[in-house]
């Protein structure tokens, strides 16, 4: 058994998730949207280039989202996509992309848990948690 995130979006799943790429060095591996799919002709034009499935591959773990139609999108709230990682520097380079236009809710700092943990929510309104694990 695996458990992955799905994170819905108001119009921004490929702008988001490209940038996901780049912050977590991933693979976008898969991307379409509404007009691509075989139901596209039972949806209005203007969904059409809403995305219906996209998936990141990163470090072997998924990470999925799509469009929400638009009377049906809720800003997120309630989690937080977390991160664990075991390098410091990796832990700060993820944050600071991450955190570009967005909106830091606890500086990346050390804690008693912690070398690194911080929380923040990116440009697209979706909370992340940065972990760094101390060393054992």
Same mark, same amino acid.
């Given at each position: 058994?695996?458990?992955?995130?799905?994170?819905?979006?108001?119009?921004?799943?490929?702008?988001?998730?490209?940038?996901?790429?780049?912050?977590?060095?991933?693979?976008l591996?898969?991307?379409?949207?509404?007009?691509?799919?075989?139901?596209?002709?039972?949806?209005?034009?203007?969904?059409?280039?809403r995305?219906?499935?996209?998936?990141?591959?990163?470090?072997?773990?998924?990470?999925?989202?799509?469009?929400?139609?638009?009377?049906?999108?809720?800003?997120?709230?309630?989690?937080?996509v977390?991160?664990q *990682?075991?390098? +410091?520097?990796? %832990? @700060? =380079?993820?944050?600071?992309?991450?955190?570009?236009? $967005?909106?830091?809710? !606890?500086? *990346?700092?050390? +804690?008693?848990? %912690? @070398? =690194?943990?911080g929380?923040?929510?990116?440009?697209f $309104?979706?909370?992340? !948690?940065?972990?760094?694990?101390?060393?054992?």
């Amino acid at each position: 058994m695996h458990l992955m995130q799905h994170i819905s979006f108001n119009g921004k799943c490929a702008e988001a998730f490209r940038f996901y790429e780049k912050c977590l060095n991933a693979k976008l591996e898969t991307i379409m949207t509404n007009g691509e799919s075989p139901m596209a002709d039972q949806l209005p034009a203007e969904w059409h280039d809403r995305v219906l499935h996209a998936a990141l591959k990163v470090n072997g773990a998924v990470l999925m989202g799509a469009d929400a139609p638009p009377d049906h999108y809720k800003q997120p709230s309630g989690f937080s996509v977390a991160i664990q *990682l075991e390098d +410091t520097a990796e %832990a @700060e =380079r993820i944050f600071a992309a991450l955190s570009e236009a $967005g909106t830091i809710t !606890m500086p *990346l700092q050390a +804690t008693f848990w %912690a @070398e =690194r943990f911080g929380m923040l929510v990116d440009k697209f $309104g979706i909370p992340w !948690m940065i972990n760094c694990s101390k060393p054992a």
